[in-house]
Structure formats: structure tokens, C-alpha cells
């Protein structure tokens, strides 16, 4: 009964940032490493980012790293992705799952949020 909310996507030019959030509900929450996939049109769903139980140990994908941050807060059963620098190549319906490794832990999916980056 993993129930996942995706929100805070948006048009932006390239250069600009958004913050993404991700709401996931109940209490396992604070048990798996959390993380960020997307998914462009014609391309498979593929994996951003991730943040470990602690909070501490983060990992990203080299498209993105030294742009993009993930975080998470525990009071709030949400994780964030802040992306910075965005470019076009960014451009996707962005997901939240859990993770292990860079797969996918919950069958299913959130609705996403749509990123979209114009030139």
C-alpha cells in the first residue's frame, strides 16, 4: 500500500532549477534508500539519483552530478531532488521509488512529474 506523490516539476529555460518533491506514505519510509529515476519520451526509465536511510550517503548518475541534489526529510516522509543548471537533455517525467542499487524496489509507480527544459 506504498502510495507515491511526485510534484514540483515545470517548464524552465536552460540554466534554471526547480525542486522536485516526493511524497511517500507510511512509516517504511525511513527503511530503504530513496531515490530519483526518469523518463524521456522514446527512452527507457533510467536512474538519477539516490540518498541512503542516513541521509547521508548520496549517489547520482554522471549526466547529472555536480547539478543536481537529492535529499530527504523523515518528519516529512519526502524526498527532493534540487536540480540546478538544467538542460534540455533533462527533459522527462521525473519518479521516486525506492532503491536498491539503481533499480526500482516498488512495483508500482507515482504519477511523475513533468520536467520540461527549452533551449
Known amino acids: 500500500q506504498v502510495q507515491l506523490v511526485e510534484s514540483g516539476g515545470g517548464l524552465v529555460h536552460t540554466g534554471g532549477s526547480l525542486r522536485l518533491s516526493c511524497v511517500a506514505s507510511?512509516?517504511?519510509?525511513?527503511?530503504?534508500?530513496m531515490g530519483w529515476f526518469r523518463q524521456a519520451p522514446g527512452k527507457e526509465r533510467e536512474f538519477v539519483a539516490g540518498?541512503?536511510?542516513?541521509?547521508?550517503?548520496?549517489t547520482y548518475a554522471e549526466s547529472v552530478k555536480g547539478r543536481f541534489t537529492i535529499s530527504r526529510d523523515y518528519a516529512k516522509n519526502t524526498v527532493y531532488l534540487q536540480m540546478n543548471s538544467l538542460k534540455p537533455e533533462d527533459t522527462a517525467v521525473y519518479y521516486c521509488?525506492?532503491?536498491?542499487?539503481?533499480?526500482?524496489?516498488?512495483?508500482?509507480w507515482g504519477q511523475g512529474t513533468q520536467v520540461t527544459v527549452s533551449s
Open positions: 507510511g512509516r517504511t519510509f525511513s527503511m530503504y534508500t
Open positions: 540518498i541512503r536511510r542516513s541521509g547521508v550517503i548520496t
Open positions: 521509488n525506492a532503491v536498491d542499487g539503481s533499480s526500482a524496489v516498488f512495483g508500482s
